[in-house]
């Protein structure tokens, strides 16, 4: 029984393990997130970015404390783990079993089908795509380089919100933030089309002041780009964090 | 949704009708007529000729750049002053 046991508990682990570095993975892209909302909500200095920031601070608060329950889950399992291979007394697993079974179930119910299982803290839902994983390393490279004018951000917050948008399907509504995805994926969508109006105003600008003199349109546009540069917003750029 | 097309070839014949108009007017010599026509022409030139012609670049740029990438506030701007154009420089002052 102690084998069986031990093998089931083996899985369990693994499986949190696993939870573990999604866990992680959402947190260390929420930060990269959140870096880019700050840099946009200085820029832009507009309500939907400030409130972005804020669903994403809370959306990284809720991951951390997943990630709590989650260590604490990983050692509870690994304390049964040696008591099982002990062939101790299974009176002292007791107090443990409870909470160990729920996540059980939960692994049985989902994993198996490969569709989000019942929310029980400190376990994913369901696996982290590998082609979700590798955008947001991707993304999390692409981030150590600050995008040079409006039309590279918006391809940034295009890939932030597919990312979101991927995130949102992993969380079944019953999850306890479920909603924060949701929400922040409308915030960002609304953002970028913020920043794509910044991108056009940029380009519209570069195209009425190119300065050749066979397609010199400043005398006859003045007051447009006079118009345009009131609108056009300074290009958020990583240095200004530091400030 | 403006048709570009269409408001060119008509904002186009508007620009020829009233440049017309203009030349006429300035080409006029007679001691009485001369200075009122010359007036005349250079109210045709700074209220109907300058808008139409500004309309008439705005749809060039709009055909260059494409409607869809010109910001909503700059091509609502731009949409007015090609309706005006469309609408008010046609007038026919010789009525």
Redesign the interface.
């Known amino acids: 029984m102690n084998v069986e046991l031990n093998k089931r508990l083996q899985a369990i682990k693994s499986k949190l393990l696993e939870s573990g570095g999604s866990f992680r993975t959402i947190s260390n892209y929420l930060r990269r997130l959140a870096d880019d909302l700050y840099l946009i909500n200085c820029s832009l200095e507009d309500d939907c970015s400030t409130i972005s920031r804020s669903v994403s601070d809370s959306w990284l608060c809720q991951i951390e404390a997943q990630l709590d329950h989650n260590h604490k889950l990983i050692s509870i399992v690994n304390k049964m783990i040696i008591i099982a291979e002990q062939g101790r007394d299974f009176d002292a697993m007791a107090k443990y079993v409870d909470r160990i079974s729920e996540i059980d179930a939960s692994i049985l119910d989902g994993y198996v089908e490969g569709v989000s299982n019942r929310p029980v803290d400190g376990l994913m839902p369901c696996l982290l795509p590998t082609t979700l994983e590798n955008d947001v390393m991707e993304l999390e490279l692409n981030s150590l380089v600050s995008p040079a004018n409006w039309s590279e951000w918006n391809l940034r917050f295009s890939n932030h919100i597919t990312i979101v948008n991927e995130f949102v399907r992993l969380f079944p509504a019953s999850h306890s933030f479920a909603s924060l995805p949701c929400s922040l994926s409308i915030m960002l969508t609304q953002i970028n089309r913020e920043i794509h109006?910044q991108s056009?105003?940029e380009?519209?600008l570069e195209?009425?002041t190119s300065g050749q003199e066979a397609c010199d349109?400043s005398s006859?546009?003045g007051m447009?780009v006079i118009?345009?540069k009131q609108?056009l917003k300074p290009v958020p750029i990583i240095g200004d964090e530091e400030e | 949704m403006l048709d570009y097309q269409t408001s060119k070839v008509e904002v186009a014949r508007i620009e020829k009708v009233h440049a017309g108009i203009v030349d006429f007017l300035r080409e006029v010599e007679s001691d009485f007529h001369e200075i009122p026509a010359r007036t005349l022409a250079m109210r045709v030139e700074n209220n109907i000729l300058q808008p139409v012609?500004?309309a008439l670049?705005i749809i060039e740029?709009i055909e260059?750049?494409g409607s869809e990438?010109?910001?909503?506030?700059?091509l609502q701007?731009?949409n007015l002053a090609i309706i005006q154009a469309l609408d008010f420089g046609g007038v026919n002052l010789e009525c």
């Open positions: 109006e056009k105003l380009n519209l195209v009425l349109y006859i546009f447009d118009l345009i609108q | 012609r500004y670049s740029r260059e750049i990438s010109i910001p909503d506030l700059i701007k731009w």
